[in-house]
């Protein structure tokens, strides 16, 4: 009988010893293993505290051992639980784009609930060669840092969102000089692969850029000419709709918006006229449309397009006559990655009815039509004398052309500067892959008048 007495008293000094010598757990898994073989040991002790006849002297001290090790199981239970429910934000980041977003806005769609961080931030040094015009400074500019916050309520609810900060100023009243502004803030409803539900300030589902546009995942230090200028790229509006995948290879994304405001359209494109969410107007509705396509046979490869119509008159009087200003965008897109190799091109059109009155009201031509294309290709050459590493070296090149008065109205000249081309070539460098450094030269021309060629050097991040 002192024998087992011995037992459990050295069995309790034990596990008192290892409880109060406990070493900080690195990660959610160890902790949760330590409490598992804590509570086997209690319950083993409790067996054997049962089967013997101790000593009050004995019974105390177990009694009392055991209350302890209950009680910091239960406290480390309760921390491990806090830790999962409430402020989750993953021990090792995956950057992986998920329903149309960018990777680092898409984290909050990998937590188990709670709270996730993730952001962006790029900035650029441009340097003017050529024929040079008064404004056309050589410059540095820290371009934008964003934030992005998502809280996942439950595994159905969950709110998303990105806050920019502009060019390091709030801007002092003058948007060029920089703005802190919401780019999307959006409630998602999960129901159903096949259907979902998305409402607030949304992304509008167009092109490349507008949805993923940070720096990392897209080639150059300036994003494509032709999603800015054709689609109004970081174009955004309140709305809702719905969102899924039809089968395993085949998304759509789907909005009924606030419709553009014609007024703010001018001779260099419609990109004036988005709402933003600020106190946008709502007389007049859009519709946008997207669908994309990964076919298993091409792994890597994207085929996919999008529309927008809608019209943009907004109940108001251009030149003392109103009008609807029926607008369409169109747009197609096709990605392939295969290996080091990285290939896009897109596509896209425009039409805006009573361009004629606009352009009596604005005092400039506004096109009846618009379009721009470009294509671009790159390759990633370190893995050629580096096989395992994690870096990325690509060479690449792109070509763009566009015209946001391919169709003058009628009675109104055309504008020949708008009609552009560009030839880009540069380097992207990757350290690690959420880290970018950028070098690029682009040639520009334009069918009427001069515009310069930069070289622009810069860098970005996610997180």
Do not use: C
């Amino acid at each position: 009988m002192k024998l087992k007495h011995t037992l459990i008293l050295t069995t309790l000094a034990t596990l008192s010893s290892q409880a109060n010598a406990l070493e900080k757990p690195k990660t959610m898994e160890e902790m949760w293993k330590i409490i598992e073989a804590q509570q086997q040991q209690i319950d083993a002790m409790k067996t054997q505290m049962k089967t013997a006849i101790p000593t009050q002297a004995a019974t105390t001290q177990g009694s009392a051992t055991v209350q302890t090790l209950e009680r910091k199981t239960n406290v480390l239970s309760q921390e491990v639980e806090k830790l999962r429910t409430n402020l989750t934000i993953p021990e090792e980041a995956k950057y992986k784009s998920a329903y149309g977003l960018g990777p680092a806005a898409s984290k909050v769609y990998q937590v188990g609930k709670g709270l996730s961080i993730g952001g962006y931030g790029e900035a650029i040094y441009q340097d003017y060669v050529g024929d040079k015009k008064e404004e056309d400074k050589n410059n540095a500019d820290l371009e934008r840092v964003v934030l992005y916050a998502g809280y996942k309520f439950t595994d159905r609810i969950l709110f998303n969102s990105e806050i920019e900060f502009e060019h390091a100023s709030s801007g002092e009243g003058d948007e060029l000089k920089g703005e802190v502004g919401v780019e999307f803030a959006a409630l998602d409803f999960f129901i159903d692969p096949l259907a979902n539900i998305r409402t607030g300030l949304v992304l509008m589902p167009m092109g490349f850029i507008n949805q993923i546009h940070e720096p990392p995942f897209f080639y150059g230090n300036h994003r494509p000419e032709v999603e800015q200028r054709i689609i109004p790229s970081t174009w955004r509006e309140m709305g809702v709709g719905l969102f899924g995948q039809i089968t395993p290879s085949l998304t759509y994304t789907t909005y009924l918006v606030n419709g553009l405001d014609a007024s703010g359209f001018q001779s260099s494109g419609i990109k004036e006229g988005r709402g933003g969410g600020s106190q946008a107007k709502a007389e007049d509705f859009g519709y946008v449309g997207r669908m994309d396509y990964t076919p298993t046979a091409l792994p890597g490869m994207t085929l996919g397009g999008s529309v927008f119509v809608g019209n943009s008159g907004q109940n108001q009087s251009f030149a003392g006559q109103k009008a609807d200003v029926f607008t369409q965008l169109y747009e197609g897109h096709v990605q392939w990655k295969y290996r080091g190799l990285e290939f896009r091109t897109l596509g896209s059109w425009g039409h805006i009815d009573n361009a004629g009155i606009l352009s009596a009201a604005a005092g400039q031509t506004i096109g009846s039509s618009n379009y721009g294309w470009y294509s671009e290709v790159g390759y990633d050459i370190f893995p050629l004398f580096r096989p395992d590493t994690l870096q990325y070296l690509a060479p690449f090149f792109r070509y763009e052309r566009f015209d946001t008065i391919a169709t003058a109205p009628t009675g109104y000249s055309d504008d020949g500067t708008q009609d552009q081309r560009i030839y880009q070539f540069g380097l992207q460098y990757k350290p690690i892959p959420n880290v970018v450094i950028k070098a690029d030269y682009r040639n520009r021309t334009a069918r009427q008048g001069t515009v310069p060629d930069d070289f622009n050097l810069g860098f970005g991040f996610i997180f």
